[in-house]
């Protein structure tokens, strides 16, 4: 069955419940009937478990739109929707609004080749700089023009079991040479100090972003990541060889490139692991699966003398809109209601998500953990020197040697000067193919 024959089946079926509900409501002229296909990741479990939030909101938005009906499908986070995402681009076939990753390089790709349609009108008409920070509407721009509505706040540091540290007669680390220390003495113990599946590929390139905004700052990785700086330069290398140290000191799970993201948290909730480095998009599973009295955060002190505290950043996901779309101002509608900030509060309590917004959030008015509360008003206090994440803002060409070759550095079968030359050459090939994120 062809991507379109199944997308028409699917939304055949759909219209034809929904125009009768809404005929119910009120009478709708044929010139007033639209269809508004969507795809998204919001599920009921895991990572992207905002599904309550969404269909409270989508509800809202049918009463408002009664001649609308919702032709929605709904894909699993990450990988599963990007994927379909660009079967559907290139097959000519996208719907009207999707809402997907990564934003910089990867929306500079979708960009340059017609895909999405431009939302600055809608941006300026809808005020969204009024609700948008700056580096977030840059991460979402191309050539002076915003193509995305950036949407779930991504931030990394250190969840810990404050049980296993005070048993263990550890400290919250404030040097790099503390958090050798800590590994040492985790596993000393028996104990994994920083559960690791990288498995997922993923995990040790956000690791290595977060070591790079230590060494280096946010220039750094903007330089990085816009082609004005080599990958093969001071502040990555010595960013991967930081973490080959804690390799050596024994610091991540046995097998890490071999374990899977999902058994690292497993090892951590379980108490194998004294703690986890990840961040905010498994904020709610990790409140849930510890025990409050366990369970705190930090992010990992300065590495050395020259550099303050930072992290990585980014956007879980973004709505786009698809050029092809033939309800552009509809879908940009859409858009601009499933982010109004009267749903705030929805989508942190129903939605288990932290919106980006301009204004900083005021957690205490939902009642909702310190321990989210602490985490995204640290790492947020620290935006002018946190770095874009690297995997979700390079080229996807690059990334990809990212995701396959920074295993063989930390299991010392590649030269970390070997894997940052060829992340050169990839980005070479991409700036010539104009797939450099240029905001």
């Keep these: 069955m062809t991507l379109k024959l199944f997308r028409a089946l699917l939304t055949a079926g759909v219209l034809a419940a929904g125009w009768t509900s809404a005929a119910q409501a009120q009478e709708c002229k044929p010139e007033d009937k639209k269809i508004l296909t969507v795809w998204d990741q919001f599920e009921y479990y895991g990572m992207t478990a905002s599904g309550p939030a969404v269909e409270k909101i989508h509800e809202a938005f049918q009463k408002e739109h009664p001649c609308v009906v919702f032709s929605r499908s709904v894909f699993g986070g990450g ?37 999405l349609a431009d939302l600055s009108p809608y941006a300026k008409k809808y005020k969204w700089s009024e609700r948008l920070p700056d ?45 050798l220390a800590w590994c040492d003495k985790a596993s000393a113990a028996g104990k994994i100090a920083i559960s690791l599946g990288n498995g997922d590929l993923w995990p040790a390139v956000n690791m290595w972003t977060d ?27 010595a960013a991967l060889d930081a973490i080959l140290k804690m390799v050596e000191h024994k610091c991540f799970s046995p097998g890490f490139n071999g374990t899977s993201y999902n058994d690292a948290l497993l090892q951590f909730y379980s108490g194998q692991a004294t703690a986890i480095w990840t961040g905010t998009w498994v904020i709610q599973d990790v409140v849930r699966n510890m025990p409050e009295d366990k369970l705190d955060i930090f992010y990992m002190p300065p590495f050395d003398a020259t550099h303050p505290q930072a992290t990585h950043m980014s956007e879980g996901s973004a709505w786009y809109v698809w050029s092809g779309s033939k309800v552009k101002d509809l879908a940009a509608e859409y858009v601009n209601f499933m982010s109004d900030p009267r749903w705030l509060e929805t989508w942190i309590k129903d939605g288990y998500t932290i919106p980006i917004q301009k204004k900083p959030i005021d957690f205490a008015q939902y009642g909702i953990s310190g321990v989210i509360s602490k985490a995204f008003n640290t790492g947020m206090a620290m935006v002018d020197r946190n770095v874009d994440a690297f995997h979700t803002t390079a080229p996807p060409r690059v990334t990809f040697v990212m995701y396959h070759d920074i295993q063989g550095v930390l299991s010392g079968d590649t030269k970390p000067e070997d894997f940052l030359k060829k992340l050169d050459e990839q980005m070479e090939v991409a700036k010539q193919a104009g797939e450099v994120w240029a905001p």
């Excluded at 097959?91 to 895909?115: I, M, N, Q, R």
């Excluded at 779930?152 to 550890?170: C, M, P, R, S, T």
Aim: hydrophobic content about 35%.
């Design 79 to 115: 990988f599963p929707i990007r994927n379909a995402v660009e079967l559907a681009l290139t097959s000519g076939e996208a719907p009207d609004v999707f809402y997907s990753w990564p934003s910089g390089a990867g929306l500079t790709t979708y960009a340059k080749a017609g895909y």
């Design 135 to 179: 580096w977030a509407i840059a991460r979402n721009t191309y050539q002076g023009k915003q193509y995305a509505y950036p949407w779930e706040q991504d931030l990394e540091y250190v969840y810990y079991n404050k049980e296993a540290f005070k048993e263990l007669g550890i400290d919250v680390p404030k040097s790099f040479d503390d958090v």
């Design 211 to 237: 070591v790079t905004a230590l060494l280096g700052g946010r220039q750094v990785g903007l330089d990085l990541l816009q082609d004005k700086q080599d990958w093969n330069s001071a502040e990555p290398k």
